[in-house]
């Protein structure tokens, strides 16, 4: 039997940050207040002029591949989880394999907003536990929306920041994956996304002139409750799926956008916030990066699974996308 594992964990998140005093200045009005009372974030971190996202990856993936103690050209395949690419086509990931050096290695993006990360997670193990020709597969979410971000929309400059989070998924001779689940709410597909720049709607000066560029916006209102109410069972699904009970699960990682639905969440899964971890406070809204970033970042910090403990992964994307994966922790806490 082929078991898929998760190997090792790395981040990048770049230097320059922006905090909630600064956009105040930039706005010219209070909104740090309400961020940190109603959203939890507290700064965000933004790329420099010269970075790109297949850069901010190739950190990442540096950092991951040290842990497992591993070379760019031991990876088969590596999946970027982006809606934030460094081009339209071709594949930020083959970008990232030749700066990486990962000779040997298939690559693909893809592209379910936030929920891309969990996505690609799932995708990777099902490779290795099902095709030999896989063994260590780099997943890596990135994120560099501050790109796409109109500085004078509070809606959206408020939220989006840069940073990439990543996980290698390794074949081992023990359970790792346990179970995954995708779901979807296509009616909301028109609700928020970069809506200009591709086939339907082109960058052309017509359709700059009528949209302007290419930006991330809040187009047509979804339900704020679209988190609260859709995580409880999804969650619930999964780990049923898994053979577990809540109680079984030792972290719980959600999409990073804002505090106050992870708190609601764990009381409605009558778990203790002690059970998760969150990032958004000092990194900001980091979308497909934020659930790889904040495991990375509790392992570091102590706070991360031990050999043995269960962890599930819950994202949500536009679209809206959806996805929940449980994984039993097989390697050391270690950072």
Same mark, same amino acid.
């Given at each position: 039997?082929?078991?898929?594992?998760?190997?090792?964990?790395?981040?990048?998140?770049?230097?320059?940050?922006?905090?909630?005093?600064?956009?105040?200045?930039?706005?010219?009005?209070?909104?740090?207040?309400?961020?940190?009372?109603?959203?939890?974030?507290?700064?965000?971190?933004?790329?420099?002029?010269?970075?790109?996202? %297949?850069?901010?990856?190739?950190?990442?993936?540096?950092?991951?591949?040290?842990?497992?103690?591993?070379?760019?050209?031991?990876?088969?395949?590596? +999946?970027?989880?982006?809606?934030?690419?460094?081009?339209?086509?071709?594949?930020?990931?083959?970008?990232?394999?030749?700066?990486?050096?990962?000779?040997?290695?298939?690559?693909?993006?893809?592209?379910?907003?936030?929920?891309?990360?969990?996505? &690609?997670?799932?995708? #990777?193990?099902?490779? +290795?536990?099902?095709? %030999?020709?896989?063994?260590?597969?780099?997943?890596?979410?990135?994120?560099?929306?501050?790109?796409?971000?109109?500085?004078?929309?509070?809606?959206?400059?408020?939220?989006?920041?840069?940073?990439?989070?990543?996980?290698?998924?390794?074949?081992?001779?023990?359970? =790792?994956?346990?179970? =995954?689940?995708?779901?979807?709410? =296509?009616?909301?597909?028109?609700? *928020?996304?970069?809506?200009?720049?591709?086939?339907?709607?082109?960058?052309?000066?017509?359709?700059?002139?009528?949209?302007?560029?290419?930006?991330?916006?809040?187009?047509?209102?979804?339900?704020?409750?679209?988190?609260?109410?859709?995580?409880?069972?999804?969650?619930?699904?999964?780990?049923?799926?898994?053979?577990?009970?809540?109680?079984?699960?030792?972290?719980?990682?959600?999409?990073? *956008?804002? *505090?106050?639905?992870?708190?609601?969440?764990?009381?409605? *899964?009558?778990?203790?916030? %002690?059970?998760?971890?969150?990032?958004?406070?000092?990194?900001?809204?980091?979308? %497909?990066?934020?659930?790889?970033?904040?495991?990375?970042?509790? +392992?570091?910090?102590?706070?991360?699974?031990?050999? &043995?403990?269960?962890?599930?992964?819950? #994202?949500?994307?536009?679209?809206?996308?959806?996805?929940?994966?449980?994984?039993?922790?097989?390697?050391?806490?270690?950072?």
């Amino acid at each position: 039997m082929r078991y898929a594992q998760i190997a090792s964990t790395g981040r990048y998140i770049p230097d320059k940050v922006i905090t909630n005093a600064d956009l105040d200045r930039m706005l010219g009005q209070n909104v740090g207040d309400w961020l940190v009372e109603n959203v939890g974030i507290r700064a965000r971190h933004m790329m420099a002029d010269d970075e790109t996202v %297949s850069d901010m990856v190739v950190n990442a993936a540096r950092r991951a591949l040290e842990r497992a103690k591993l070379k760019p050209t031991d990876l088969d395949l590596i +999946i970027i989880a982006t809606d934030t690419p460094d081009y339209l086509s071709p594949a930020t990931a083959s970008v990232v394999q030749a700066k990486l050096g990962a000779a040997n290695a298939g690559t693909y993006d893809i592209n379910c907003a936030c929920s891309a990360w969990v996505t &690609g997670m799932d995708m #990777a193990a099902r490779y +290795i536990a099902t095709d %030999s020709d896989y063994r260590h597969i780099l997943v890596a979410g990135a994120y560099g929306m501050t790109r796409f971000v109109d500085w004078t929309d509070k809606y959206t400059c408020t939220l989006f920041a840069d940073g990439v989070g990543a996980a290698i998924g390794s074949a081992g001779d023990e359970p =790792g994956f346990l179970a =995954g689940k995708l779901v979807a709410h =296509g009616e909301y597909y028109d609700a *928020l996304g970069i809506y200009t720049g591709a086939a339907a709607r082109p960058a052309t000066p017509d359709t700059i002139a009528a949209f302007g560029k290419p930006k991330v916006a809040f187009v047509k209102k979804f339900p704020a409750t679209f988190n609260s109410e859709n995580w409880p069972p999804l969650v619930r699904t999964v780990v049923a799926k898994a053979g577990l009970t809540l109680d079984d699960i030792s972290l719980f990682l959600f999409t990073q *956008l804002n *505090l106050r639905t992870i708190e609601f969440v764990m009381q409605n *899964l009558g778990q203790p916030m %002690s059970k998760t971890h969150w990032i958004m406070d000092k990194w900001g809204y980091i979308g %497909s990066a934020c659930i790889p970033a904040a495991l990375d970042d509790a +392992i570091e910090q102590g706070k991360g699974p031990k050999r &043995g403990d269960h962890v599930v992964f819950c #994202a949500t994307g536009g679209g809206m996308a959806m996805a929940a994966t449980v994984w039993k922790w097989t390697v050391s806490s270690e950072p």
